[in-house]
């Protein structure tokens, strides 16, 4: 399977532990987004990264969260001090900037519920 | 800025009946358009895309589009549905130049009646 790949698929915690997720994009694919996507909503922009380097924090990305792609490669989203409110769907999708042709692939996403 | 809108939240339809997503958007720089599917706690596919050229775009499964730039409308159809084409459908646009962000709409739920 050469798709984008996430993982956890579900994780479950307790209001104000942290939790990490991972994200590997497609392998020739340079540029990395993070999404948020809540029940009845589409999907909002978090983040996105070319190769190493995150060029872009949306405002909805606050404090407690953080996201890295140390080697341009996979990435992981990390919130901290988790709140009711986090629980969401949270969506990794990469792209090739050559032969550009603006279509992100999604992967199936890491659904988050604290409780 | 740019923004989404899909008129109808849900739509309910018969099997082997048309349907029609409505999509509007807003923007002040030109824009790519696209339509992405997405079934119960999958990720998004994308059905088809409108980069330049023909306003009418064929995509997968029978879908298309047509790009109205006078009503900033691109608006999803399928001449006769199936079971299988219940999901959640979500209308996007994104800038030429950037970062290339997708930005949605709030999704039609498509829900098709045998």
């Known amino acids: 399977d050469t798709g984008v790949s996430q993982n956890p698929r579900h994780k479950i915690t307790k209001r104000g532990q942290n939790v990490t997720f991972r994200c590997d994009p497609i392998s020739e694919h340079n540029r990395l987004y993070w999404y948020r996507q809540t029940l009845g909503q589409g999907p909002e922009f978090l983040t996105y990264?070319?190769?190493?380097?995150?060029?872009?924090k949306s405002r909805l990305l606050s404090d407690r969260f953080s996201a890295e792609r140390p080697k341009g490669s996979f990435s992981t989203l990390e919130i901290q001090r988790t709140e009711q409110g986090d629980s969401a769907m949270y969506l990794c999708?990469?792209?090739?900037?050559?032969?550009?042709?603006?279509?992100?692939?999604f992967g199936e996403g890491s659904r988050l519920t604290v409780l | 800025a740019q923004s989404v809108t899909q008129l109808d939240s849900q739509v309910p339809v018969f099997e082997e009946a048309p349907v029609e997503l409505r999509c509007n958007y807003s923007?002040?720089?030109?824009?790519?358009l696209f339509w992405y599917v997405q079934y119960p706690n999958q990720g998004l596919q994308l059905l088809l895309k409108?980069?330049?050229?023909?306003?009418l775009v064929k995509g997968i499964n029978g879908f298309e589009a047509e790009f109205n730039k006078s009503q900033t409308s691109f608006h999803l159809r399928k001449p006769s549905v199936h079971i299988s084409d219940t999901a959640e459908y979500f209308c996007?646009?994104?800038?030429?130049?950037?970062?290339?962000?997708?930005?949605f709409g709030t999704g039609t739920r498509l829900t098709v009646i045998p």
């Open positions: 990264f070319q190769n190493e380097a995150q060029l872009e």
């Open positions: 923007s002040s720089v030109s824009v790519y």
């Open positions: 996007a646009v994104s800038v030429k130049t950037g970062a290339n962000n997708l930005f």
């Open positions: 999708a990469s792209r090739q900037t050559s032969g550009d042709t603006g279509e992100l692939f």
């Open positions: 409108y980069l330049s050229g023909s306003t």
